[in-house]
């Protein structure tokens, strides 16, 4: 049996033997962006950018959830690197909501999201885990870890979402 990385989009990320210079759990923060990216691109292959705005059975967008994905991503890494938001996240948070973005254009700017993301996952890696980090104006309690687990978490929740909102529209369209 080999060891080394298996190609395969039947594979998911967290069995190809990927990232391996990595500590295991940035490892697994990055295989789930993996995930992401590959089921979000599935998912919404054949939509049309009218389609990705709808709000079918009054479900939040596709755009909603590609926009949420890619900045959500970089606020809770900015907790994690100890930071706080600037005020071009909190404009960029306070438009999620709204954008006529062809899914061209969205699943851009994921992908320009999960690419960076990767970078700053790395550096933090090798952090101490359980050093406190404060979130948001109250600095709620978390820790880099807790922040960079969260990173998958949330992202995996809000991937399922634009899954089911992509399927509900492919049946609703066919």
């Known amino acids: 049996m080999s060891t080394s990385p298996v190609p395969s989009p039947y594979i998911e990320p967290w069995l190809r033997g990927t990232h391996t210079d990595v500590a295991a ?20 292959e054949g939509l049309t950018d009218s389609e ?8 939040p967008s596709v755009a909603f959830h590609l926009r949420h994905i890619a900045r959500s991503v970089d606020r809770i890494l900015t907790y994690a690197e100890g930071g706080q938001l600037t005020s071009e996240q909190l404009v960029a948070l306070k438009a999620e909501q709204t954008g ?18 990767a970078t700053r996952i790395r550096q933090l ?11 948001g104006r109250k600095q709620l ?8 687990i969260h990173v998958a978490d949330h992202t995996q929740r809000h991937t399922g ?14």
């Open 52 to 59: 990705v705005h709808a709000q079918p059975l009054g479900l």
């Open 161 to 174: 979402q634009v899954v089911t909102t992509a399927k509900v529209l492919k049946a609703l369209c066919s």
């Open 141 to 148: 309690p978390t820790s880099v870890g807790g922040a960079l």
């Open 25 to 44: 759990a940035g490892r697994a923060v990055l295989h789930a962006l993996e995930l992401a990216a590959e089921d979000i691109a599935k998912w919404t």
């Open 100 to 117: 006529t973005d062809s899914l061209f254009e969205l699943l851009g700017e994921v992908g320009r999201s999960f690419a960076y993301a």
């Open 125 to 135: 890696a090798g952090a101490d885990f359980e050093e406190f980090r404060g979130v």
